[in-house]
């Protein structure tokens, strides 16, 4: 099993629509969770963190579940500007020391 | 600008050559590391440095060599390449490697073509 897993995609959705994706991890002792965004052919860019209580920032919302070992990403009144990959990102003591782990990535296209 | 800055953006060389990437970082960060981006992959961690000193080295073959001088430069060295090496090569660095907030701040990498 993959230390964090994401559906691929891709996501193909229209301008204005609600999309969500989903992150699962293995490990039960992470501790900080984060979502990144990679735009096609550029670096990855911190997103936003995920807390516990839940968090927002204008239209996107990110939410933790511990006891299910996910983390979820809502992107509501999609632009296509929003188009690109979204990175999970899970830290915490792992065998062999302390790590950052990045999922694969899910490719989202917002279409007119 | 993320404070992250690789040089060169792209490079084209030969199985037989030597070159060098090069990362920057202008942040006052203790970690720095090496990642690997081939096309429809995930990231592939390579190579961590925290306070100069290697940490991490995730079964890299020895034809890449890194480097780190000090805390805001880190090299990856390379030699005698193969054809699948081609990749996005990406530098990020964060504030210290094992902080439970560590968030990672990325160059916008190197994209080594390998004929």
């Known amino acids: 099993r993959k230390e964090v897993e994401q559906d691929p995609g891709p996501f193909n959705v229209p301008e204005g629509a609600t999309v969500a994706f989903n992150c699962t991890y293995s490990n039960s002792a992470s501790q900080s969770f984060f979502w990144y965004r990679q735009d096609c052919r550029k670096e990855p860019k911190l997103l936003m963190s995920v807390y516990s209580s839940g968090n927002e920032d204008g239209r996107f919302t990110a939410q933790l579940n511990r006891a299910s070992q996910y983390i979820s990403l809502l992107i509501r009144d999609s632009k296509l500007s929003d188009s690109a990959t979204y990175l999970c990102v899970v830290t915490g003591l792992n065998t062999g020391g302390f790590k950052t782990i990045f999922g694969a990535g899910t490719r989202l296209f917002v279409k007119a | 600008e993320t404070g992250v800055t690789q040089t060169p953006r792209h490079l084209v060389m030969g199985m037989t050559n030597k070159k060098s990437l090069k990362c920057e970082q202008h942040?006052?960060?203790?970690?720095m590391y090496w990642y690997k981006q081939s096309a429809k992959k995930p990231l592939e961690l390579m190579f961590v440095y925290s306070l100069e000193e290697r940490v991490e080295n995730n079964s890299v073959p020895s034809r890449f060599s890194p480097e780190c001088p000090n805390s805001s430069h880190l090299f990856l060295h390379l030699h005698t390449l193969q054809p699948e090496d081609s990749a996005l090569y990406l530098c990020a660095s964060s504030q210290d490697r094992a902080s439970a907030k560590n968030i990672q701040y990325f160059g916008a990498g190197t994209r080594l073509s390998v004929l």
């Open positions: 942040l006052g960060h203790n970690a």
